[in-house]
């Protein structure tokens, strides 16, 4: 079974802005500083610490992101968006690239589907997310011209064995 995590791998949200402001706010990746997962081929498992997200690139900004600007959204996240509630992922079928699971974020636990890919010695997806089906209200700025999008995208890169 592989291990691994944020000293091997990578796991990022990549959120994305709309709405009349949309030019004053940001694209961002997220980075998950504090997770781990495992597969054996047949089950993908992982967790992540809600509270370990960090901002990491802000793009497509007016402005460049400021250390404060981080820390805000960080505190907003975790405030707002996610709760501190754990965030966990276990397949329920893993079908060559193709898997099924259930997702648990924001207290909320339902279904996903994704391709996986095996290639180099890495694992690779991009899982697409649309946190209302969570329960989670996608942030809002200025009196609602800005607007991050309902869909985001979870991205993992890992080693295989």
């Known amino acids: 079974m592989a291990r ?38 047949g089950a993908l498992e992982l967790t992540a610490d809600p509270r370990s997200l960090q901002v990491r690139e802000g793009h497509r900004g007016v402005k460049p992101l400021t250390d404060k600007d981080r820390r805000e959204i960080r505190k907003t996240i975790d405030a707002k968006v996610l709760g501190g509630q754990p965030i966990s992922f276990r397949s329920t079928r893993v079908d ?9 974020m924001a207290g909320t636990t ?44 979870v991205v993992l890169d890992a080693p295989v064995g």
């Open 110 to 153: 339902r279904p996903v589907q994704f391709t996986l890919q095996r290639e180099g010695g890495r694992l690779r997806a991009t899982v697409p997310v649309v946190q209302s089906k969570w329960g989670i209200k996608p942030y809002r700025g200025f009196m609602g011209a800005l607007k991050v999008r309902d869909d985001v995208e």
């Open 4 to 41: 691994f995590g944020p000293d091997s791998g990578s796991l990022q949200v990549h959120t994305y802005r709309e709405g009349v402001a949309a030019k004053v706010g940001h694209d961002l990746i997220i980075e998950v500083t504090s997770w781990e997962g495992s597969d054996d081929g």
């Open 96 to 104: 060559g690239d193709a898997v099924e699971g259930d997702l648990t």
